[in-house]
């Protein structure tokens, strides 16, 4: 049995310098991961979202890099069809000499309001990709 979620492919070219470091762009949502942590404290929001999942990694609004969580993002991004703020966390595969990290994996989905939505961007981590200033999303 497959213990993980296939989620989609990380745009390289979206990730600033982690472009060079990270193993593979393949992003996935461990079981593990889902069942006890997401689902137990992130459930309304995960079953809102889940089918937007990889809009959210594929067409993110803002990615942050997290300042206190080495190879660690933020993806930041609006929802307009169900008018939601989303924050999806992603630890990066950086070492290919550790079989437990060789993939992007998915550590949390939340939902953000207006104010916790600029508070992350203020406080959680440097910016390193904004669809504002890409000039070409």
Excluded: F
Excluded at 1 to 18: F, L, P, R, T, V
Aim: charged share 35%; no cysteine; aromatic share 8%.
């Amino acid at each position: 049995m497959q213990e993980y979620i296939n989620i989609g492919k990380i745009d390289k070219n979206k990730i600033g310098s982690y472009k060079y470091k990270i193993v593979t762009d393949t992003l996935i949502l461990t079981y593990e991961r889902l069942n006890n942590h997401i689902l137990k404290y992130h459930n309304k929001e995960y079953n809102q979202v889940k089918d937007y999942l990889k809009e959210i990694i594929e067409n993110p609004d803002i990615i942050l890099k997290e300042y206190k969580q080495e190879d660690t993002l933020i993806y930041l991004k609006h929802i307009e069809q169900i008018d939601k703020k989303v924050r999806v966390v992603i630890k990066l595969a950086t070492n290919k000499k550790e079989k437990i990290y060789n993939k992007n994996s998915i550590i949390t989905i939340m939902r953000q309001r207006d104010k916790s939505w600029e508070q992350t961007i203020k406080n959680k981590g440097e910016v390193i990709y904004s669809k504002i200033l890409d000039k070409n999303a």
